[in-house]
């Protein structure tokens, strides 16, 4: 058999060839499908997951499901597996019983049904060494040759192989090149869904046909058929190959060893090497000669595959499809060869195994069962696709045809210098990669999901740093642009995958430049790119990298990017910079937007009914207009003179009220906080006085304190509309970065436009408006600007400015203080005569008063002339609070120390260097000087004398 001129056939299935009415005649049968499921208490942990997706994925007609634990159960009526594993069993392992079970139920199914068995389980039997004996004895096997595909799903490495090999042995029927076992090494809930959605192709089997010629299924292997299944791969050594079945004269086409793609020798090599495995554990025999055949071929396939893509391709690495260097044509190709070609080394390297005499069959159950699943493995990016649930594989090849298409039929001006800017990193812009039609649809043949394609599509554009907020990945409006890169502008989306989306470069010395997004830009030489951007497949790419989501397509993605982008640039310096990005964000709004219905209508609302483009909510992500979209379509209708510059004030006025009724409507408390009172010096100066009434009134500091805290508010609102004040809006309110709705963005846009800055002691009117007014009327209704009546009410019941005033009480407390201490830094003692004379002045009753006739001084009442409590008899307690008011800044006991060294007949000078010796700091730190305590040491050599006298 001269295997070097084989002609390769895939068995095609015939909903794929031209529908007419003979194909229509041949019917795939009626489908019947048995599960035996293992629910013994092992199978707990992951029971609910193999419920769950048993449920979701298994066909329901004619299906049987047969749970087994010490006993078989059998689940009629189609019902579902209860997420409770305690409804089926829950105890040991009795496999044998299940499958008596079984063949009792196959013995029901009509001959003619196609068969799918679906065994999964975890463990062995619970009686090991009487297995084979039981089997032999129990089970009669496929005795009416039902067509039976039988498949395993095993579970961890308890998987019983040897004997789910038996059984398949026993009763399979069907397609001998369907995967044998499908194997989970670690159980979660993922796991689960990739197999089941893997298995899914695999549950409807395929109809038989006959063939007019007899072929070989393994080109290693003399047996021969002229009966095959649809899907499957065949060799003939003749061209005639035709489908006979039922009437039909279906030519089919041979395919050449070198016309062999890589999906094809990945599905042609899975069941070739299958098929060495089963033998080898069936037969028990080693095939030396048959695996070395099969080797050589494998290898000469490859051999062909190399040549058509110019690289090994079983030597490619993760560096090499991460090189960003690299154009979008080689790193797609290597990419996917990465992606795919791993299962190519899987199958060389097991036909070498076995070659070497590597026995499966000398293998733990775990071991045979891995090495027989391979090719069923589901690698990241696969199961990622699985996981697709907006946009299917399926309707991505749609997307994918469409921009082939396009491309195409797109004109390019292939010599636009002035167009987009070129990638730093790859030298490349979108016209480059796009420029030659055939390279590039040869390219697209390696993308197979929109993983792939957004994996290694380089998207070109400005290096931008983002905020993604929660629940961006289902609406871009929740993106904020945080910052544009200045030195390293242009970027492309290979370097920022290949660094997961976090990119720091180094500009000389200075802070590195964070990205972690692109914005495309273009400016209006590149109009010929328009089919291209407004591609499905370029909305995807930007759903991508804005929102980090490709399950699904949003049609504004980029249009938010380059809305948040703008109300960033519209708040930087005025600069070159700035004007450039500004017109760059306006072409490509025009290039991707301009003249689409969605876009149009809406620019048409906001122009001439803006109110409802404003209060509408948005239909896709079901909550009001973000403020970046309103800005960026007027500022779009301006710039394309949609907008009369005398108009513009309208729109600004209309998007301020907007953005103040979100804030409050979202957060209804700014209406105590928005507003504060701010002094003028004046003003600060008299509201200082008129606090200063509460000064006489308070003995110490903590009274002070309490009687200001308490009628604080009401001092407040008697004086402040009286004095010299204003009224501001809450900084934080205005210009918190974090809100979606900052106004400086807007006063930014009304500068660019209006050329004079926004007053901003406008917004008090704003805020009056929105608060006096409902939804309905805040858009519709004109603001009064003359409302400050109306606000000086407001304001009266608002919280926050009592708060904004609060360092008027700091100060009053440190005046307070002062005044206290400048009052009584010097106190001349009394006698006892001058004392009685001074209260018969001030009429207090000097028995109430407790005084030390010795040192001159009272225990009970203030001696400070100028002290508003001068004389005022009071309980002692209090007067020491009085007199604590001084706190560290007298020094204790200095009164008796001082006419002590007067009496000792020292000197003031001498009394001064004593003092500065027991009283460190003296006299500077007591708020003294040198000359006041001179003085003091006089009225105290004064008052001795004169109490030296009355004695």
Known sequence: MDQSNMNLYKIP??????????????????????????????????????????????????????????????????????????????????IVPAFVEFEKQLANVPTQNNVTVIFISDGQDNSVKTLDTRMKN???????????????????????????????ELYHRGDPQIPAIYLIEYSSEQAFFNKFETMKQYFYPARVLQLNQYVNLYPYDEQITKEVFEGQWCICYKNDLKIISNGLSIQLESIKEDQITIEDAIDIFRSWVQNLQLKIIQQKQELPGQCQQCLDIMKRIVGHLNAKLGFDILSVSQNDILNSDKSFHVRVKEGFVYKYCTKILYFINEIEALMKGVNPKQLSEFEQAKRLMIGTITGKHLQKALALKGITIEEFQIIKQEFINIVKNTQFNQQNDQGQERSVITLENFRDILRDHAQMEESM????????????????????????????????????????????????????????????????????????????????????????????????????????????????????????????????????????????????????????????????????????????KDQEYEQFISLPKAIIYIFYAFRSGLIQIQDFEKYIKDLIVYSIFIVYSRSPQIKNNCFKT??????????????????????????????????????????????????????????????????????????????????????????????????HEVLTKPIDFTADDQINKLITLNEQQYSNLDYLRQQ???KYLQIYLDTHLIIPPFTKQELIEECQKKGVNFQQIVFNEAIGMTKNCCMAKQCPF???????????????????????????????????????????????????????KFGGTKEQSYQYFSILREFQKKNLQQI
């Not at 804005?546 to 249009?559: C, F, G, I, K």
């Open 445 to 616: 043949k390696y993308i197979k999901s929109q993983y792939d394609f957004v994996e290694t599509f380089p998207l070109i554009g400005q290096g931008i740093k983002v905020k993604r907020l929660e629940g961006s990945q289902v609406n871009p409006w929740l993106v904020n642009v945080i910052n544009f890169a200045k030195q390293n502008k242009v970027i492309d989306s290979g370097y920022l995958i290949k660094n997961n989306f976090q990119i720091q470069l180094n500009v000389g010395g200075q802070q590195p430049e964070e990205i972690n997004c692109i914005l495309p830009l273009f400016n209006e030489t590149d109009q010929d790119l328009q089919p291209i951007l407004r591609s499905r497949i370029i909305k995807l790419l930007m759903t991508f990298m804005v929102q980090q989501n490709v399950d699904t397509l949003y049609e504004e993605s980029y249009l938010a990017l380059l809305a948040n982008s703008l109300t960033y640039i519209l708040q930087e310096p005025d600069s070159q910079w700035k004007f450039e990005h500004l017109e760059l964000i306006y072409n490509t709004i025009k290039i991707v937007y301009s003249g689409t219905k969605q876009f149009e209508d809406y620019l048409n609302k906001i122009i001439n009914k803006t109110n409802l483009a404003l209060m509408e």
């Open 138 to 168: 129990q089970l009669k096997g496929n005795l009416l040759n039902h067509r039976i595909n039988f498949i395993c799903l095993g579970v961890e490495k308890g998987f019983p192989t040897n004997l789910a090999m038996n059984l398949r």
């Open 13 to 94: 299935f015939l909903e794929e060839l031209t529908k007419n009415e003979k194909t229509a005649t041949i019917n795939k049968g009626d489908l019947t499908i048995i599960g035996v499921i293992d629910a013994s208490g092992s199978m707990s942990n992951c029971w609910a997951w193999l419920a769950n997706f048993w449920n979701k994925s298994i066909p329901k007609d004619n299906l049987i499901a047969i749970t087994f634990s010490n006993n078989p159960t059998v689940l009629k009526d189609n019902k579902e597996l209860n997420l409770d594993i305690g409804k089926h069993g829950g105890g040991g392992t009795e």
């Open 870 to 924: 001068y004389l005022q008899p009071m309980e002692t307690v209090v007067f020491r609070k009085h007199l604590h008011n001084w706190q560290d800044l007298y020094p204790r006991g200095f009164h008796g120390f001082v006419l002590q060294n007067i009496e000792q007949g020292y000197s003031d000078d001498e009394l001064f260097r004593n003092a500065k010796i027991r009283y460190a700091g003296f006299p500077g």
């Open 678 to 775: 701010q002094l003028s010096k004046e003003g600060e100066i008299k509201q200082k006085e008129y606090l200063e009434k509460y000064f006489s009134k308070c003995l110490y500091l903590k009274d002070f304190r309490n009687s200001l805290q308490k009628n604080f508010k009401q001092a407040i609102k008697e004086s402040v509309f009286q004095i010299d004040s204003s009224i501001k809006i809450n900084d934080d309110i205005l210009y918190n970065i974090d809100s979606k709705f900052n106004l400086k963005s807007i006063e930014s846009l009304y500068q660019l436009v209006l050329k004079k800055q926004f007053d901003i002691n406008q917004y008090k009117y704003y805020f009056n408006h929105v608060f006096n007014n409902n939804q």
């Open 812 to 814: 009053m407390e440190e």
